[in-house]
């Protein structure tokens, strides 16, 4: 069973940064895959970024392009980092990192195409 551990989150002011951390804990842990969504008070988890595996294809929403980058490192084990950029008060919400072992990309951005879940990060972005 794949655990994904998140770190890193926590309370900064507008126009400040933050990065998140996730690392899949068990061995073998072979994503196709893994992703970052985010989930405000009241409304759907929604798609932040993902990569590939091999790191060669990348995905953001509109509204982090160019503030956000996504990163992976595939050792030992995969971990994948989300630095965040001139952060928004929109941009509270907890954030989740994801993994998926389906050989495909064509869903990306849904929530329904991952199979692993971390446990979530807080992120407050103060005006």
């Known amino acids: 069973q794949v655990q994904l551990v998140q770190s890193g989150g926590g309370l900064v002011q507008a126009g400040d940064s933050l990065k998140l951390s996730c690392v899949a804990s068990?061995?073998?842990?072979?994503?196709?895959?893994m992703g970052w969504f985010r989930q405000a008070p009241g409304k759907e988890r929604e798609f932040v970024s993902a990569?590939?595996?091999?790191?060669?294809?990348?995905?953001y929403h509109d509204s982090v392009r160019g503030r956000f980058a996504i990163s992976s490192v595939n050792t030992k084990n995969t971990e994948v980092y989300l630095q965040m950029n001139n952060l928004k008060p929109e941009d509270t919400a907890v954030y989740y990192c994801?993994?998926?072992?389906?050989?495909?990309?064509?869903?990306?951005?849904?929530?329904?195409?991952?199979?692993?879940w971390g446990q979530g990060t807080q992120v407050t972005v103060s005006s």
């Open positions: 068990e061995h073998p842990a072979d994503p196709y895959a």
């Open positions: 994801a993994a998926t072992i389906t050989r495909s990309l064509v869903n990306i951005r849904s929530t329904s195409n991952y199979d692993y």
């Open positions: 990569i590939s595996s091999n790191g060669r294809y990348v995905y």
